[in-house]
């Protein structure tokens, strides 16, 4: 059961980092995007949004589900 849910938190930590990536080289102001995580059997799917609330700013919001884990993430990026 432990290992189980290990492979799950894998699964989503894939499918954010890949649901992030996904809309990082989009060029307009709100975007979203969608990710898929696999982990020894287990898989997971994320979906998040991101706003350019500058040129040089961004503000992402995701969640990812697993079975019955469920991990949700805010991230800021900015540039120079």
Known sequence: RQNRRLDRQGAMSSAMLNMSASVAGIASQNRIGAG???QNGE?????????????????????????????IGVGAGFGW
């Open 36 to 38: 898929v995580g696999f």
């Open 43 to 71: 898989s997971a799917l994320s979906v998040g949004y991101q706003r350019a609330i500058s040129p040089r700013a961004t503000l992402t919001v995701g969640g990812a589900l697993s079975g019955d884990d469920s991990s």
